[in-house]
């Protein structure tokens, strides 16, 4: 990052993306019950967490999507210069393409004010994206060529150049199609955890995290054009679209945000020095077939911004990632290692596309329930043999989580997903508890019991229910399912009147935006040349 954003400390939303300008079931099993190095159960662990501490968990929701045209197609469109300026506003930005906007909460002790705020973002970019829709699934709409897919504009300034090559450099490294895949990125932090403990609760998220893939994954299918000239396994559905019978979340497998480079990563999560060792080599040791790319084509315009296996780091893929707001001119991997872990970025959420913004609350109290099991539970340090194990898990449940005995990995042994997925719920249920307790009602339970009846009944499920609705409504067309769905929902939030306070608010934030970028480019002076190499000088990473 650039500049730091202005946000309360541990409760950020906004996701750093290195150059980015911040501104402002079956049988139910019985739950384990192992003890860590504590000598403590997760209820001891439970009951020494206070109210208050509960009572201050923060989350915050970052939501993509691409701009699509009432055909199903990719819209090609500038993003609308009635949202301001993409460099600065905080609320609302664009990820990898022109094309895809993302939407921005603030941070928010509750559920329902996270969602009430998302709700009122996506009123305001409907008033200006005219009669194109957003477009409510994680895999992307018909797609044109891959070098005729956008990539996102900031501007004259350095750090908007910056943006704008690092995207190119993603498009040269595994091209654009894969970067319009969109997603949620689910943003928590709580009071009192410190760097351990966080990643305690990381090891034990990438171990569990099929069960999010299962129960809320919502792209079996793709549009064809996705794939064109590329190898695959997904099986014909109808002219046009293709699909895993019993995938979950082609999104999180092989098709979505994978690569050969980055799989011979084995980023351990035993601690804060180890991730960041294993981090600072991929960003600073050249690749060569990155290295054949170059930094600038024989014209003299930028390919990427660094020939290293990583250009920045937020090119590492992963299920989940601990985060930090950062300072001006600092590098993120810097404020992790200065100052430590304030939150973690779920990054595994597939849009809903029956969700008019993509999420619903039960599904983030499920998540907040989760995340908390995933902290409280014991976790024990992970293995380079486990890390290859559980991307295999991932695979398997991403492609076929819902098939009948599908098993999965856990330790010497294999174990039904949904067994596995069932413990897991159970050994939740005193969480949701304490959590109904603390909010009144039954609200975290009644999450629970949805995660049952799915893994009891997988057709139940998102994704199972996105290939039903195709087959019964559409003829199987996956473009014509999600065209149809953008369209209703875009009509609802139409008839949606955006109050007045909110409207003045957005209006603001964008009218303020495009004046920051504007004496933003005013006051660069430095080439970008040397912007470049200073940014990415190793001194950045905190060595």
Same mark, same amino acid.
């Given at each position: 990052m650039?500049?730091?954003? @202005?946000?309360a ?5 906004r996701? $750093?993306?290195?150059?980015?300008? =911040? ?5 139910t099993?019985?739950?384990q019950?192992?003890?860590?190095r504590?000598?403590?159960?997760? /209820?001891?662990?439970?009951?020494a967490?206070?109210?208050e501490?509960?009572?201050g ?22 993003h @609308?210069?009635a ?10 930005t664009?990820d990898?393409? %022109?094309s895809?906007?993302?939407? !921005?909460?603030?941070? &928010?002790?509750?559920?329902e004010?996270?969602?009430?705020e998302l709700?009122e973002?996506h009123?305001?970019?409907m008033?200006?994206?005219?009669? %194109? ?17 956008? !990539? ?10 910056a943006?704008?090559?690092?995207r190119?450099?993603?498009? &040269?490294r595994?091209?654009r199609?894969?970067?319009t895949?969109?997603? !949620?990125?689910?943003?928590?932090s709580?009071?009192g ?14 171990? &569990?995290?099929?069960l ?7 792209s ?12 695959h ?13 019993w995938g ?10 994978q690569?050969?480079?980055? $799989?011979?990563?084995?980023?351990s999560?035993?601690?804060?020095d180890?991730? =960041? =060792? ?14 054949? #790319?170059? #930094? ?15 250009q ?7 299920? #989940? ?12 991997l ?7 872990v /304030?939150?973690?970025e ?9 969700v008019?913004?993509?999420i ?6 499920? !998540?907040?329930?989760?995340l908390l &099991? ?18 295999r ?5 991403a ?14 042994a ?6 596995w997925?069932a ?11 304490r ?7 039954d609200a975290?339970a009644?999450? *629970?019991?949805s ?8 057709a139940?499920?998102p994704s199972?229910?996105?290939l039903?609705?195709?087959?019964q409504?559409f003829?199987?067309?996956f473009?014509?399912?999600?065209r149809?769905q ?11 009147? *955006? ?6 608010r ?6 303020r935006?495009?004046e ?6 005013? $006051? ?7 912007f ?12």
């Amino acid at each position: 990052m650039i500049r730091a954003q @202005p946000m309360a400390p541990a409760k950020p939303t906004r996701r $750093a993306d290195g150059v980015k300008r =911040a501104s402002r079931a079956s049988a139910t099993v019985a739950p384990q019950r192992s003890t860590g190095r504590d000598g403590l159960s997760l /209820e001891e662990r439970l009951r020494a967490l206070s109210d208050e501490r509960l009572a201050g968990m923060r989350r915050g929701i970052e939501k993509e999507s691409l701009r699509a045209q009432p055909d199903g197609k990719l819209a090609l469109t500038p993003h @609308p210069a009635a949202l301001g300026s993409a460099l600065e506003n905080p609320r609302i930005t664009t990820d990898f393409s %022109e094309s895809q906007v993302e939407l !921005i909460t603030g941070v &928010h002790g509750g559920v329902e004010s996270c969602l009430q705020e998302l709700t009122e973002i996506h009123q305001f970019v409907m008033q200006a994206i005219g009669d %194109e829709m957003l477009w409510v699934a994680s895999m992307p709409c018909g797609l044109p060529s891959d070098e005729n897919i956008p !990539i996102g504009r900031y501007g004259t300034s350095n750090v908007g150049r910056a943006k704008s090559v690092y995207r190119m450099g993603l498009g &040269h490294r595994y091209g654009r199609r894969m970067q319009t895949i969109s997603g !949620i990125h689910y943003n928590w932090s709580m009071p009192g955890i410190d760097n351990e403990q966080y990643f305690a609760l990381i090891r034990n998220f990438r171990r &569990h995290s099929f069960l999010l893939l299962f129960l809320f994954g919502a792209s079996p299918a793709v549009c064809s054009s996705f794939v064109d000239g590329r190898s695959h396994e997904l099986q014909l559905l109808a002219p046009g679209t293709l699909h895993m019978p019993w995938g979950t979340s082609l999104r999180m497998g092989r098709l979505g945000y994978q690569s050969d480079a980055q $799989a011979a990563l084995a980023v351990s999560y035993n601690s804060l020095d180890g991730y =960041a =060792a294993s981090l600072q080599d991929a960003l600073t040791k050249p690749y060569p077939p990155y290295e054949k #790319i170059g #930094i600038r084509n024989p014209g003299g315009d930028y390919n990427q911004l660094a020939t290293t296996l990583l250009q920045i780091e937020n090119e590492f893929y992963g299920t #989940i990632r601990p985060k930090r707001v950062i300072r001006t001119g600092e590098r993120p991997l810097h404020a992790l290692r200065e100052r430590g872990v /304030e939150y973690v970025e779920v990054r595994c959420m597939d849009l809903d596309p029956f969700v008019p913004v993509g999420i619903e609350a039960q599904t983030m109290r499920f !998540i907040d329930v989760f995340l908390l &099991h995933c902290l409280l539970a014991d976790s024990p340090p992970d293995t380079p043999e486990e890390i290859v194990a559980l991307a295999r898990n991932q695979q398997r449940t991403a492609a076929r989580g819902r098939e009948p005995g599908m098993k999965l990995e856990r330790g010497a042994a294999e174990v039904a997903l949904v067994d596995w997925g069932a413990e897991i719920v159970e050994a939740c249920a005193p969480i949701a508890a304490r959590l109904d307790r603390l909010a009144g009602g039954d609200a975290h339970a009644q999450a *629970l019991r949805s995660a049952r009846e799915r893994l009891a009944e997988p057709a139940t499920t998102p994704s199972a229910r996105v290939l039903a609705t195709m087959l019964q409504d559409f003829r199987g067309s996956f473009v014509e399912f999600g065209r149809a769905q953008s369209q209703q929902i875009k009509e609802g939030f139409v008839r949606m009147p *955006l109050a007045a306070d909110a409207q003045a608010r957005l209006s603001e934030l964008a009218r303020r935006s495009v004046e920051d970028q504007e004496r933003l480019e005013a $006051a660069d002076t430095l080439p970008f040349e040397i912007f470049r190499q200073q940014y990415l000088d190793i001194r950045g990473l905190g060595v």
